[in-house]
């Protein structure tokens, strides 16, 4: 059964720093693209971050400068640094494979971003 765990999140403040990570099981993640997405309540999840095995990334604009994707040195662990924090960057933040595989979505993890 594959899993996709992220860590707990937290509160922080505006300009602050968090690092989520998310440990996969259940199948070898490491020669598939994964991404990070979040939701923000009202809003449609989207897309934050991807990697690809070759460690390539590419991030959405609105966190492109500010965060950091990458892998573990486990292969089915993916982290995502959080740097500059905004107030809008709060969600629930989940990773999945980069396409998103419906049945891989997890509980997520929240993010708060006090101003």
């Known amino acids: 059964q594959v899993q996709l765990v992220e860590s707990v999140g937290g509160l922080v403040q505006a300009g602050g720093s968090l690092r989520l990570s998310c440990a996969a099981s259940g199948r070898t993640f490491s020669t598939v693209p994964m991404g990070w997405f979040r939701q923000a309540p009202g809003k449609e999840r989207e897309f934050v971050a991807t990697?690809?095995?070759?460690?390539?990334?590419f991030y959405a604009d609105s966190v492109r400068g500010r965060f950091t994707i990458f892998r573990g040195n486990t292969e089915n662990t993916v982290y995502l640094q959080m740097n500059g924090l905004k107030p809008e960057d709060a969600a629930v933040y989940y990773c999945?494979?980069?396409?998103?595989?419906?049945?891989?979505w997890g509980q997520g993890t929240q993010v708060t971003v006090s101003s």
């Open positions: 990697i690809w095995s070759s460690g390539a990334a």
């Open positions: 999945n494979t980069n396409p998103p595989v419906r049945a891989y």
